[in-house]
């Protein structure tokens, strides 16, 4: 046997220290993992795993220090051991995860990782020899490590719900719960939604859903209400809407105001929590960031991004980016000039029946980091902000990569005699055996998820046209993962992650309707923002299937918006000057079919609702064909249906006239929807109960009761205004409503 391992460690001394260096650093990742993973078996077993060799390598350090510098092994030199357990441990966690979304480990971090893990253990080895000659200064030693180090090292690195500066606004009522009655309300928005375009296509015997709700209900027109600048403005409508009051009165009153901190007044979800309903709310304009809410909420726009703004140009944080290699000048989307040459130095090829060619696809905006809604971060102290800082300054992650770049190979997979090249491969690097996308000209790829600079984006592509000569490719902005989300959008905050793993990818806003200024984008901009309606309506399909106990249910369908704005020259061509009669043609359809979209839609959601349910469709505002501005306007006439329990039935008559429907105020829709439930209306409320829409044996039964208010002296302080981020101010101005 060694002499020196023989004096300095026995072999009995090294197999506990090995072992202890398995239990103790794997019982720590099996902390993080079940706290943090436990959704995600795979990367909990590998986070245990990990811990568990770097512990035992760590145990080896420390003996072949041991032996090195003739030091016996003691208790006290355990503590060392311990001690670079728990400094390792965050940067593992932060490593693994980075890892998790390919992005690489630097040289230089791995060299410091290493020296500060040997210092750790070195000075715990010589500094415990020599407190081993004092047995109490060692116990004493050991009650200051685990009184305060520990409890300080979970403060800096453990996961907590959610460190960041977004405040998470508390509104519920803290106190008794009150009864809870068993009615329920679902709630349909359709932003802009207009009866100029759905009694068009009711007479054509479409919109099967509306026309049921209808014929079951009551309808009428909705008239809408402008803010003091003489603007209609979703996110202070939507508000109106959903408390009754103006916006004066409930604090959104601008876009560059339009944060959920600054509302002051109790929603009506907020309401029914205090009631102990659960409500369930997704997309509403102006819920940014989310409140802490019984329930679940999905914040609707506006939403900042990922993406740093530049100060010239939105660039393509809003819109996206055309990749061509031909010279285009467009107005609003941005062109990136790309090259084709024969292909070289790949590791492996596709099969093509013609040479194959390459070229590059450059992601050319640049994320922003954002340490202040990093996954690590203490419960109440926000001291993890520091600890990323840390890791950040020492380089122990590469943080030269801001920018991705993918290699693509053009094939002829034909077989017909001619150089027909007609598909695209994406890769990550030319060393890797899988593309991530395989296209054909017209075709969209998935969503594509990618690591830049530790964070993660998602994006989508869209290839235009392809030879072996031309190439011409559309992606989307890069939105923020909605697997690792940077900035919470929904309450409760790990919410997105779930809803991701079980539905795929989530975007709160798409690209900017003002693109299609540009003609290349007309067909593209409906298709993306088609996609991303989708994935709203899996979302609440996802939340009625899995949480059945549900008072509320709120889904605003922000698409009716966007496209209208985009497409309504081509839908009333005959107001417009100007306009292409082939693209009238092409485009005129693409309202007609959203709204067509969203019946189908509705419909979907209608077979969760059961005989004690009453459905509300209603729009924020109207739209009208706007000449000067050569797309789509707001106006004040929206819509409004109530059809279900207690509701007036109209026995299959429809009166598909405008002029003929009664009216009512935006205002008026939460006193209705409270009175509906059982519970009183607030006297500070600006609304009404719309008497005329129920049966006269319910309002005789139950006339309508009043309370004071039911906002808190809380709600009632006034706190400092919150502002949009400069991204945020980007993206409006990418759907034309700032300058």
């Known amino acids: 046997m060694n002499p020196i391992l023989k004096k300095y460690i026995r072999s009995e001394d090294?197999?506990?220290?090995?072992?202890?260096?398995?239990?103790?650093?794997?019982?720590?990742?099996?902390?993080?993992?079940?706290?943090?993973?436990?959704?995600?078996?795979?990367?909990?077993?590998?986070?245990?795993?990990?811990?568990?060799?770097c512990g035992a390598a760590l145990g080896l350090c420390i003996a072949g220090l041991a032996n090195t510098l003739k030091i016996t092994i003691n208790l006290s030199s355990l503590v060392c051991f311990l001690l670079a357990v728990f400094w390792v441990s965050p940067i593992l966690l932060f490593g693994i995860e980075n890892h998790y979304m390919n992005i690489e480990v630097s040289i230089k971090g791995l060299f410091i990782t290493a020296t500060a893990v040997f210092g750790v253990s070195l000075f715990g080895l010589i500094g415990g020899y020599f407190l081993e000659q004092f047995k109490r200064i060692t116990k004493l030693f050991f009650a200051i490590v685990f009184i305060v180090i520990v409890p300080v090292y979970f403060a800096l690195t453990f996961p907590g719900e959610f460190n960041s500066n977004i405040t998470i606004v508390n509104r519920l009522n803290e106190g008794e719960v009150k009864t809870q009655p068993q009615k329920r309300i679902m709630v349909f928005g359709i932003d802009g939604g207009t009866w100029d375009v759905i009694f068009p296509l009711l007479k054509q015997g479409k919109l099967p859903n509306l026309k049921s709700l209808m014929e079951n209900g009551q309808y009428g027109i909705l008239n809408s209400i402008e803010t003091s600048g003489g603007h209609t403005i979703s996110p202070a409508l939507w508000t109106s809407i959903f408390t009754g009051k103006s916006p004066e009165k409930h604090g959104l009153v601008d876009w560059i105001g339009s944060d959920s901190r600054n509302r002051f007044s109790k929603a009506l979800w907020n309401i029914l929590n205090d009631y102990g309903q659960k409500?369930?709310?997704?997309?509403?304009?102006?819920?940014?960031?989310?409140?802490?809410?019984?329930?679940?909420?999905?914040?609707?726009?506006?939403?900042?991004?990922?993406?740093?703004?530049?100060?010239?140009?939105?660039?393509?944080?809003?819109?996206?980016?055309?990749?061509?290699?031909?010279?285009r000048d467009l107005q609003v989307l941005p062109v990136t000039k790309i090259g084709i040459r024969p292909a070289e130095k790949w590791f492996s090829t596709p099969s093509s029946y013609y040479p194959l060619y390459e070229s590059l696809l450059p992601l050319t905006e640049n994320i922003e980091m954002r340490y202040d809604a990093f996954r690590f971060g203490a419960y109440s102290l926000q001291l993890g902000n520091l600890f990323l800082k840390l890791l950040d300054r020492w380089e122990i992650f590469e943080t030269e990569q801001q920018y991705a770049i993918f290699p693509m190979l053009i094939a002829d997979t034909t077989n017909d005699s001619t150089d027909n090249y007609d598909t695209l491969y994406i890769f990550l690097n030319k060393n890797d055996s899988s593309p991530v996308a395989v296209l054909k000209e017209g075709q969209w790829s998935d969503w594509i998820r990618l690591g830049i600079k530790r964070a993660e984006a998602q994006f989508k592509l869209r290839l235009l046209s392809l030879s072996k000569d031309h190439l011409e490719i559309y992606t989307t902005p890069l939105f923020q993962s909605s697997f690792f989300p940077q900035i919470p959008y929904t309450y409760p905050i790990n919410f997105s992650s779930e809803l991701s793993k079980k539905i795929g990818q989530y975007v709160v806003e798409g690209a900017g309707w003002t693109m299609f200024v540009d003609e290349v984008t007309l067909d593209l901009l409906y298709e993306h923002l088609e996609d991303i309606a989708t994935q709203h309506i899996r979302a609440s399909e996802y939340l009625l299937r899995t949480i059945p106990d549900w008072g509320l249910f709120i889904h605003i369908f922000t698409e009716s918006d966007r496209i209208q704005h985009a497409y309504w020259k081509y839908f009333q061509p005959a107001y417009y000057q100007f306009v292409d009669e082939n693209l009238a043609k092409l485009h005129g359809d693409k309202i007609n079919s959203i709204i067509e979209k969203i019946d189908a839609s509705i419909g979907e959601f209608l077979t969760y609702m059961d005989e004690n349910t009453t459905v509300i469709v209603l729009s924020?505002?109207?739209?009208?064909?706007?000449?000067?501005?050569?797309?789509?306007?707001?106006?004040?006439?929206?819509?409004?249906?109530?059809?279900?329990?207690?509701?007036?039935?109209?026995?299959?008559?429809?009166?598909?006239?405008?002029?003929?429907?009664?009216?009512?105020?935006?205002?008026?829709?939460?006193?209705?929807?409270?009175?509906?439930?059982?519970?009183?209306?607030?006297?500070?409320?600006?609304?009404?109960?719309?008497?005329?829409?129920?049966?006269?044996?319910?309002?005789?039964?139950?006339?309508?009761?009043?309370?004071?208010?039911?906002?808190?002296?809380?709600?009632?302080?006034?706190?400092?205004?919150?502002?949009?981020?400069?991204?945020?101010?980007?993206?409006?101005?990418?759907?034309?409503?700032?300058?």
């Open 279 to 327: 409500t369930l709310t997704v997309n509403i304009p102006g819920t940014f960031p989310p409140e802490k809410i019984t329930g679940v909420q999905i914040s609707g726009f506006p939403i900042p991004g990922i993406v740093k703004s530049s100060k010239s140009s939105i660039s393509g944080i809003a819109f996206g980016r055309l990749y061509t290699t031909e010279s």
């Open 14 to 53: 090294l197999k506990q220290l090995v072992s202890i260096g398995m239990l103790f650093p794997g019982g720590i990742g099996l902390l993080w993992a079940v706290l943090y993973w436990r959704n995600d078996i795979q990367f909990a077993i590998g986070t245990i795993l990990i811990h568990v060799i």
């Open 620 to 739: 924020d505002h109207g739209f009208q064909a706007e000449p000067r501005s050569n797309y789509g306007h707001h106006n004040l006439k929206g819509m409004y249906i109530f059809s279900g329990k207690n509701v007036k039935n109209s026995h299959g008559l429809l009166h598909l006239d405008s002029a003929s429907l009664p009216e009512a105020s935006i205002l008026d829709i939460t006193p209705t929807i409270l009175y509906l439930m059982g519970y009183p209306v607030g006297t500070d409320m600006d609304g009404e109960v719309l008497l005329n829409i129920f049966d006269e044996e319910k309002l005789e039964c139950y006339p309508v009761a009043f309370i004071d208010s039911y906002e808190s002296n809380f709600l009632k302080k006034k706190r400092a205004k919150q502002t949009i981020d400069e991204a945020t101010k980007d993206q409006l101005k990418s759907l034309g409503y700032i300058q």
